[in-house]
Every structure is written in structure tokens, then in C-alpha cells.
């Protein structure tokens, strides 16, 4: 199979918003139940809490029948190896609907990382997964049990796209004070820290939360179409300031990058990201007890990059993205496990024979993304439930060797 170049999950073009052209199967055990939630709606109205050893532990308990492979510890947290993605999906009610339906269902069956962006359907994603959470918790799940992600670094809409898009984004963002036009890279990308701050409140209002397990910048290498690395570097290490203060105030737990081509080119190509520059950024802001802790990489059949392509340095030795995150105690999150669902059919007869147990070949693309040494977890765009209730057969099912990983890439 063909590598894929274009980017996702950004706004598509950048509306002549440049700063010269601005002028001014079974529902999970209720095991250990007895004891209250942890959850406990806040003063707010929002959820309050995270996702905490206890709590991740005893999600992992609901589930007897997963198999040992499934669920990983990373930084003491619990997740599972499948995790629920929210990207694609018209702005509609009815996506939205079946959405908050399918992270429910994702929980239930034991996905308890639940990923989304705030321009993912224009801050409708997010909406959804807040309802997802509000249901679980009434269910009786806590919301210490469930990790949950987004990302900010592209403009958005609120809700649908608007007649005139540069209009609003000078009114929402540049006439308000949070963007200045020079804060802005390819029209469309900003990581200035008092814009991460309204993104970060707005997400958190999104989602009906006090607080967020993990925030990414999102696709921080766009910034690189524009500025040079210099600037890239200060831009960089102004926005790790402020999100360590946004660790220490409590509305985030920690924060990552995660990206399209930033760990995937070679090295000294545009967009190509430095892991160990950037973890070497957070020690400058925060020493030992930075809160760099999470790294998000397009990893399938089709892309493989990440594993193949040594294009990171990590003590003068060069290295994949998957080893070096490892080395450097990173938590490595694989986005795009079905490449939008082009790898959950037709693929080769001679990647079937590999894995001939599984029922389906979206089955197959995900056990190979979760399989891979290095990867947490492997996250799979699920908007419904039918899907989600096939793709999370796989919980109990044991990862295939690490043998096996080269022979499956060989295969598609």
C-alpha cells in the first residue's frame, strides 16, 4: 500500500487570513461498585476529576475477560491498547447523536481513551463526547476511569462553517485580543499562548469538565510553512510555559504534540519534528517534572513511518519515532488506525493469511497498530456503535509478536 502525504484534521485553506491580509459485546462488569463514584459533579455543573491509578485500575477490573495484552500502564494510568477517535462525520445532530452512542458504547466495552480536537466538526465532537461522559457517569462509571484527550492549535467554527470564515475568525479572534494577525501561521494555525488559554477554557466548556487529561498542541509543525526553526523554538517554548501553568492550575493534566508529518518526514525535511528537542524544551521550563508526557502519531499499514524511518536522534543514535518515544519515557498514541476507514476493507489476501482469526479486516488494521512495540494505544475513528462493537472484539484477543510487526507491513 501507498504512504499517504496529505495532512488531517486541520481547516481546509486558509481563507486570506495571512497577516498581510489582515488590516487591524457485553457491557462492562459493575465490579466494585459498591463503593460511591469518584466522579462528583462540581459547583460548575461540570465533571469533576481525571483519570487516576485508582480509578484507571479499577476500570480495568470491569473487564475479566480482556485479555493481559489489552490494558497498558503508562505513568501509573491504566489504558487500554483501543481507543476512540471522533474526527470525521458531518456537522449535523444525527452524527452528533450517534457519536456520543458510540464513545458510550467504546467505554462500556473497554476503550477508556476517548481522543478529540476542538475544530474536529467544528467543536461539535467535543459537545459530543460531553454528553458521552455525562451518560457513563450516570451510569455509575467514574470519571477517574476514563482518559480523555483534545487538541487545539487550528482555528475553528462554533457549530457550523460561517458565510463569510475570514470575517469570523477577525471577530472572534483578532478584534477580541486573543490573536495577533502575527500569532497566525498558514492562515489557519496559532499557538500563542493567551489563544491556548481560550481554546483550553472552551474545550473544557465543551466537554463539561473541570479538567483535561491530556492536551496536544495540534499539528505544531504548520507553524514551520511560516516561520523559521528560531522562531518555531521560541514559539515552542513560550507555549510549554504556559501549559505547565495550566498543569499547575489544574485545568490540564498534562500535555503532547500530535502531529501528521512532524514525526513522519526525515530528518532535516520541512515539517520534521526533533522528539528530543522538544522533550529537551519542557526540561528547560520545568526540569525533571515537566508534564511533556504524550505524543499522538499517524501509525497504520499504510503509513508505517514511525516505525521504519529512523529520523530521530536520541544520544547521538538515530532511531524511529516509536523507539525514541520510548527511550524518553513518552506515551506514544497511534491516531489514524483505519486510515478513515480506507484500511477496514480490501486488504491483500497475503495480510489475511497473517491474521486469519479475526473477523474483519478492520479488526486486522487495528491489531496491527495496537501490536506494534511502542504503541499505547491505538486510536480507531468510531461514529457507530455497530462499529464499535466489532472493532472491540479485539479486547480479548492477545496482540500478535513483535516478530509478526515486519511481516504484516511486508504483507500490505
Same mark, same amino acid.
Given at each position: 500500500?501507498?504512504?499517504?502525504?496529505?495532512?488531517?484534521?486541520?481547516?481546509?485553506?486558509?481563507?486570506?487570513?495571512?497577516? !498581510?491580509?489582515?488590516?487591524?459485546?457485553?457491557?462492562?462488569?459493575?465490579?466494585?461498585?459498591? $463503593?460511591?463514584?469518584?466522579?462528583?459533579?462540581?459547583?460548575?455543573?461540570?465533571?469533576?476529576?481525571?483519570?487516576?491509578? !485508582?480509578?484507571?485500575?479499577?476500570?480495568?477490573?470491569?473487564?475479566?475477560?480482556?485479555?493481559?495484552?489489552?490494558?497498558? $500502564?503508562?505513568?501509573?494510568?491504566?489504558?487500554?491498547?483501543?481507543?476512540?477517535?471522533?474526527?470525521?462525520?458531518?456537522?449535523?445532530?444525527?452524527?452528533?447523536?450517534?457519536?456520543?452512542?458510540?464513545?458510550?458504547?467504546? *467505554?462500556?466495552?473497554?476503550?477508556? *481513551?476517548?481522543?478529540?480536537?476542538?475544530?474536529?466538526?467544528?467543536?461539535?465532537?467535543? +459537545?459530543? %463526547?460531553?454528553?458521552?461522559?455525562?451518560?457513563l457517569v450516570a451510569q455509575g462509571f467514574g470519571r477517574d476511569e476514563i482518559v480523555v484527550a483534545t487538541k487545539a492549535g487550528f482555528l475553528s467554527f462554533d457549530g457550523v462553517p460561517p458565510r463569510d470564515p475570514r470575517t469570523y475568525f477577525v471577530k472572534a479572534f483578532i478584534e477580541t485580543g486573543i490573536l495577533d494577525p502575527g500569532d497566525?501561521?498558514?492562515?489557519?494555525?496559532?499557538?500563542?499562548?493567551?489563544?491556548?488559554?481560550?481554546?483550553?477554557?472552551?474545550?473544557?466548556?465543551?466537554?463539561?469538565?473541570?479538567?483535561?487529561?491530556?492536551?496536544?498542541?495540534?499539528?505544531?509543525?504548520?507553524?514551520?510553512?511560516? %516561520?523559521?526553526?528560531?522562531?518555531?523554538?521560541?514559539?515552542?517554548?513560550?507555549?510549554? !510555559?504556559?501549559?505547565?501553568?495550566?498543569?499547575?492550575?489544574?485545568?490540564?493534566?498534562?500535555?503532547?504534540?500530535?502531529?501528521?508529518?512532524?514525526?513522519?518526514?526525515?530528518?532535516?525535511?520541512? #515539517?520534521?519534528?526533533?522528539?528530543?528537542?522538544?522533550?529537551?524544551?519542557?526540561?528547560?521550563?520545568?526540569?525533571?517534572?515537566?508534564?511533556?508526557?504524550?505524543?499522538?502519531?499517524?501509525?497504520?499499514?499504510?503509513?508505517?513511518?514511525?516505525?521504519?524511518? !529512523?529520523?530521530?536522534?536520541? +544520544?547521538?543514535?538515530?532511531?524511529?519515532?516509536?523507539?525514541?518515544?520510548? $527511550?524518553?519515557?513518552?506515551?506514544?498514541?497511534?491516531?489514524?488506525?483505519?486510515?478513515?476507514? #480506507?484500511?477496514?476493507?480490501?486488504?491483500?489476501?497475503?495480510?489475511?493469511?497473517?491474521?486469519?482469526?479475526?473477523?474483519?479486516?478492520?479488526? #486486522?488494521?487495528?491489531?496491527?497498530?495496537?501490536?506494534?512495540?511502542?504503541?499505547?494505544?491505538?486510536?480507531?475513528?468510531?461514529?457507530?456503535? *455497530?462499529? *464499535?462493537?466489532?472493532?472491540?472484539?479485539?479486547?480479548?484477543?492477545?496482540?500478535?509478536?513483535?516478530?509478526?510487526?515486519?511481516?504484516?507491513?511486508?504483507?500490505?
Amino acid at each position: 500500500m501507498n504512504g499517504i502525504d496529505s495532512g488531517c484534521c486541520g481547516m481546509a485553506g486558509a481563507f486570506g487570513y495571512e497577516k !498581510e491580509h489582515y488590516d487591524g459485546n457485553e457491557t462492562a462488569k459493575r465490579v466494585s461498585m459498591s $463503593e460511591p463514584p469518584s466522579s462528583i459533579q462540581a459547583a460548575s455543573g461540570r465533571i469533576s476529576g481525571y483519570a487516576t491509578p !485508582e480509578g484507571t485500575s479499577r476500570y480495568r477490573n470491569r473487564f475479566p475477560a480482556a485479555h493481559p495484552s489489552h490494558f497498558r $500502564e503508562r505513568d501509573g494510568i491504566v489504558l487500554g491498547s483501543i481507543g476512540i477517535g471522533t474526527y470525521l462525520g458531518s456537522a449535523d445532530e444525527r452524527t452528533d447523536r450517534l457519536y456520543s452512542e458510540s464513545i458510550a458504547r467504546a *467505554v462500556e466495552l473497554g476503550a477508556n *481513551v476517548v481522543d478529540s480536537a476542538i475544530n474536529y466538526r467544528f467543536q461539535r465532537s467535543e +459537545r459530543s %463526547v460531553g454528553r458521552a461522559l455525562r451518560d457513563l457517569v450516570a451510569q455509575g462509571f467514574g470519571r477517574d476511569e476514563i482518559v480523555v484527550a483534545t487538541k487545539a492549535g487550528f482555528l475553528s467554527f462554533d457549530g457550523v462553517p460561517p458565510r463569510d470564515p475570514r470575517t469570523y475568525f477577525v471577530k472572534a479572534f483578532i478584534e477580541t485580543g486573543i490573536l495577533d494577525p502575527g500569532d497566525i501561521a498558514g492562515g489557519t494555525h496559532a499557538m500563542a499562548p493567551r489563544f491556548l488559554g481560550h481554546q483550553i477554557e472552551t474545550s473544557l466548556r465543551n466537554l463539561g469538565l473541570e479538567t483535561i487529561d491530556i492536551f496536544y498542541l495540534h499539528n505544531p509543525e504548520t507553524q514551520l510553512d511560516t %516561520v523559521d526553526q528560531r522562531e518555531f523554538a521560541a514559539r515552542i517554548l513560550r507555549a510549554f !510555559e504556559f501549559l505547565e501553568s495550566m498543569v499547575e492550575s489544574g485545568r490540564i493534566r498534562s500535555y503532547g504534540t500530535a502531529t501528521w508529518n512532524g514525526y513522519r518526514n526525515p530528518e532535516g525535511s520541512p #515539517r520534521h519534528l526533533a522528539l528530543g528537542e522538544l522533550v529537551q524544551c519542557a526540561h528547560e521550563v520545568a526540569g525533571d517534572a515537566h508534564h511533556f508526557r504524550v505524543i499522538q502519531v499517524p501509525f497504520n499499514l499504510s503509513m508505517p513511518e514511525a516505525y521504519l524511518l !529512523e529520523n530521530q536522534t536520541v +544520544r547521538g543514535q538515530p532511531t524511529s519515532a516509536l523507539r525514541a518515544a520510548s $527511550e524518553l519515557g513518552l506515551t506514544l498514541m497511534a491516531s489514524a488506525a483505519l486510515l478513515q476507514a #480506507r484500511l477496514s476493507r480490501n486488504l491483500p489476501a497475503s495480510l489475511r493469511e497473517q491474521l486469519p482469526d479475526l473477523a474483519s479486516d478492520g479488526q #486486522r488494521a487495528i491489531q496491527f497498530v495496537r501490536s506494534t512495540p511502542g504503541v499505547t494505544t491505538a486510536l480507531v475513528g468510531m461514529s457507530q456503535p *455497530v462499529h *464499535v462493537e466489532e472493532n472491540l472484539e479485539l479486547v480479548g484477543q492477545p496482540c500478535v509478536s513483535p516478530d509478526a510487526i515486519r511481516t504484516l507491513i511486508d504483507a500490505a
